[in-house]
Structures are given as structure tokens and as C-alpha cells.
């Protein structure tokens, strides 16, 4: 991940397990990071969507980066951070936490409280960020991520903050679920990593340019997706798993299939607001996911 031109692979959008006294699972979520770059993932993103990173505070971050360090993996070269901030300030201290345990890259969403912002808005927020972020010797994945934040990330915007920022705006994360905004956005900033959040998606993107993926479901099936991300091969299972699974909340679901997938339970716990899948709804996506993965390799 030291440069926009490399292949970035294959990331799995880390899933936090959580103990029964609501803080992270310290050894499990090592567990599973080594679980998943062992399996072919060339690193993991913690504190993203799917890792329910705005439920988690300063002291949460600060225990998983030590966690991580601890267990002997790279966080340069193996670990994205998820930064979660409306404000110019939170956004800085989340990075410069990162930092201070050697992270060097960001997943950098909008703000995500107001939902009015302008493009002069943005870039002047985005703007002060990256400022800093460039001087600390880190780099920004912009997160494009309308569904969650509803603070879209404008094809105009983006050229505006890779030219004030070279080389710090390494690439952008289209978790649109939009096929003609990932194509345009191939097409008109093929000189960043572009990553792509619907898996659904990828190979085609991939054949068209993309860089690889920031991915969730590469808490559950990281073989399959190999492929999709690295040589743009497509595999239906992958596409039918992604249409079971927005039939269900998406976190809950992915943690489902985790401790569906582990046998471990407790990867069924998430952070207030948000539920387990019932009974009768995890049952279903379970007995689904298995007949789909049973499936011969068309």
C-alpha cells in the first residue's frame, strides 16, 4: 500500500467482537486479523462501517492499536484505520492516534452529521484534515459511503482534493452500491486506488482498473473473493451471498455468519444501537449461506 500504482488487494472490513462487558474482545480480535491476512488478505481495516467504528471511543482505538502492535502485526503495511468524526478535531486525533502506533493509512469519510454540506464545505473540512494528515506522513482512502452517511463524495470534489493533496489522497473506497458512479469514477480518477465496497461489483471494476477492496465479507469467505479482488474473476456465490445478505441488517448479518462460520457465539455481539439478528432471521441467512457455498464453481 505505499503506492496508488500498487495493487491494494484484498482488505477485510475487520467485524469487532465485543465481551460480555460491552469493550472489545482484545484476543479475539487479534485472532481474527491474523486469521484473515493469513488467509490472503493484504491487511484488514478496523474501525470501519463494518467494524462499527462510530461506536467506538478514543479508549476502544487505543486498546485495539495496542492490541495489534502486541500481537506483532505490521500496522504499516497491514492495517487501514477507519476514522469516524463529523468534526475537524475528532477526525485529527483519531488519525493522529493511528499514527502514534505507526498506522499510515486512513479510511476518510465526509462528515457525517450535516447533511446540507456543499462541496466548498467539504473541501474545506476534507481540507483540514488532510493538511494534517500530509504532515504526519500518513494517507487518506476517501470513503464514498452515501447509504450510511448521506454526505456523497462528488466526482469534482475529489479531483479538487487529489490535486491540493498528491500523494496523501492515496484512493477512494466507492461503497456506493452504484454501479455508474464506480464506473465514472474509474474513469475519471484511474491514477488512485480505487476500492469497491459491493462485492457484487468488484470483478467487473477490477477488469475496468479497480485496485481491489475494502470488503466485509472477508470476515466469512476470504477465498472467494481472492479472485474478485486480485484478477477480476467473477464467481456467482459471491453475488448470491450479497443478495442474501441485504435481505438482513448488514452487521448483524456479517457477525452471524462469523460465529456461524467460527462456531463461536460470541461474534454475535454488537455495540448499542444495534441487535443481534433474530432467531428465525439467523437461522434463514445460515441455512442460506450454506447451500450457496455448497455451490460447484460455475
Not at 145 to 167: D, H, N, Q, W, Y
Request: aromatic letters at 6%; hydrophobic letters at 45%; one cysteine or more.
Amino acid at each position: 500500500m505505499t503506492n496508488p500504482q500498487q495493487r491494494f488487494g484484498l482488505s477485510c472490513a475487520l467485524t469487532t467482537p465485543f465481551a460480555p462487558n460491552g469493550t472489545v474482545d482484545l484476543p479475539r480480535l487479534v485472532a481474527h486479523s491474523r486469521s484473515r491476512l493469513a488467509g490472503g488478505c493484504a491487511s484488514v481495516t478496523i474501525c470501519g462501517t463494518t467494524g462499527e467504528g462510530a461506536s467506538l471511543g478514543a479508549e476502544s482505538r487505543e486498546d485495539m492499536l495496542g492490541a495489534l502492535r502486541a500481537a506483532g502485526i505490521d500496522l504499516a503495511r497491514e492495517v487501514v484505520v477507519g476514522i469516524a468524526a463529523s468534526s475537524v478535531e475528532e477526525a485529527i486525533a483519531q488519525a493522529s492516534q493511528a499514527r502514534s502506533f505507526g498506522c499510515r493509512t486512513l479510511l476518510l469519510p465526509p462528515p457525517f452529521y450535516f447533511k446540507d454540506a456543499t462541496d466548498e464545505g467539504l473541501l474545506r473540512w476534507f481540507s483540514l484534515v488532510l493538511v494534517r494528515i500530509a504532515a504526519d506522513g500518513q494517507r487518506a482512502i476517501l470513503y464514498h459511503i452515501p447509504p450510511v452517511t448521506a454526505v456523497p463524495l462528488g466526482l469534482e470534489l475529489i479531483s479538487k482534493l487529489k490535486k491540493r493533496f498528491p500523494g496523501t489522497v492515496q484512493g477512494v473506497k466507492d461503497s456506493s452500491g452504484e454501479w455508474a458512479y464506480a464506473r465514472k469514477l474509474l474513469r475519471a480518477h484511474g491514477d488512485l486506488a480505487i476500492l469497491i465496497g459491493d462485492e457484487r461489483e468488484l470483478a467487473r471494476a477490477v477488469r475496468l482498473g479497480a485496485s481491489g477492496a475494502i470488503s466485509g465479507l472477508a470476515n466469512v469467505i476470504p477465498e472467494l473473493l481472492l479472485p474478485l479482488a486480485n484478477d477480476g474473476r467473477e464467481d456467482p456465490r459471491v453475488n448470491a451471498l450479497v443478495d442474501e445478505l441485504l435481505r438482513y441488517p448488514v452487521i448483524p448479518g456479517v457477525k452471524e455468519l462469523v460465529a456461524h462460520r467460527t462456531g463461536d457465539a460470541a461474534w454475535r455481539a454488537l455495540a448499542p444501537p444495534l441487535e443481534p439478528l433474530a432467531g428465525k432471521q439467523a437461522q434463514s441467512l445460515r441455512k442460506a449461506f450454506d447451500a450457496i457455498t455448497a455451490r460447484a464453481h460455475a
